[in-house]
């Protein structure tokens, strides 16, 4: 994407969200209530992130461009879970969120389009490539759909491109599986 899109797009993703911000707030589900469902959608669907829009998203929207993210250590269940429903309320592509909270998110989007992404050797990237192939393997477990990894940024900085490379292909192809 050149400049030009990417700022495009930045506009169009700002101009979405002030949109949004600026509609009524869906009423939260009753506790314990099963989210709501398409019709012919079973609960156990895997969430699949496709180029067509997102239920419920209008075809211009940049809503299936978004990935809503929680990353923050200190973060409870009751914020995922609220972070879930305001990424299905507004057909969010995914949630990203620390590998603790992939199964409470992989249970609150079931039966939506909406992918549960995790990130792996998140913050630093400074944890071995069998440290992160470990981490990739719980998190699909658990109900992951995406990873996002974090490089070895020493390696980057001193242009270690092979041990990077490698890095990366070791994850990529646990995220194949």
Not at 4 to 25: C, M, Y
Not at 56 to 83: C, F, N, R
Not at 119 to 128: E, K, M, N, Y
Request: proline share 6%; charged share 25%.
């Amino acid at each position: 994407m050149n400049r030009t899109a990417a700022e495009e797009l930045a506009r169009r993703v700002a101009a979405e969200f002030v949109r949004l911000r600026s509609r009524p707030a869906a009423r939260p589900a009753a506790a314990g209530a099963a989210p709501p469902r398409a019709p012919g959608v079973a609960a156990a669907a895997p969430a699949t992130r496709s180029t067509t829009p997102a239920r419920g998203a209008a075809p211009d929207s940049v809503a299936k461009y978004v990935d809503h993210t929680l990353l923050k250590a200190a973060a409870t269940s009751a914020e995922i879970v609220k972070l879930c429903r305001e990424a299905r309320a507004h057909s969010f592509a995914a949630v990203c969120l620390n590998p603790v909270w992939v199964e409470l998110a992989a249970q609150e989007l079931a039966g939506s389009d909406v992918a549960v992404a995790t990130v792996v050797g998140f913050p630093l990237g400074a944890t071995t490539t069998a440290a992160k192939v470990a981490e990739a393997e719980d998190a699909l477990g658990r109900g992951a759909t995406e990873l996002d990894m974090v490089a070895q940024i020493g390696k980057i900085k001193e242009g270690d491109w092979a041990g990077v490379a490698d890095d990366i292909r070791e994850l990529a192809g646990v995220a194949r599986g």
